[in-house]
């Protein structure tokens, strides 16, 4: 926009892939680390609204990038990333579905799509309307 200082190329774009069973995955690209040609970049924004609080604004902005540069920090300092260790003990997130039904509202929200798949690979059976 013309408030921005940069285009925004990357970020904010879908990014995915078809299958060859002809299903689809997408996502976008909010809090990623693009790197290209050695150099590394991250970018955050937020959803300005005519009632909007600047500074709010700005401090969402810098949570929203602290971890995407907290692992480039330390990444260039040489340390390991921290094993990732389960919420709950035995949970199996590919499992989590089974035996459950969610209905979806779609309410012409593409979002709403993505979060049907990601519902259905824990093994649920989801439901989208309109």
Do not use: C
């Amino acid at each position: 926009g013309s408030h921005e200082r940069s285009a925004r190329a990357w970020y904010g774009g879908a990014v995915g892939h078809v299958a060859f069973d002809g299903s689809l995955n997408t996502g976008l690209t909010l809090r990623t680390i693009h790197y290209a040609d050695g150099v590394a970049s991250v970018r955050a924004g937020a959803t300005l609204l005519y009632d909007s609080d600047p500074v709010a604004e700005e401090a969402e902005t810098e949570l929203k990038a602290s971890a995407m540069l907290g692992a480039l920090r330390s990444t260039a300092a040489g340390e390991s990333p921290a094993p990732v260790e389960p919420v709950v003990e035995g949970f199996d997130p590919e499992e989590a579905g089974i035996g459950k039904r969610v209905l979806l509202v779609d309410h012409e929200d593409s979002f709403v799509h993505t979060l049907a798949n990601y519902l259905r690979q824990t093994g649920a059976d989801v439901e989208v309307s309109r």
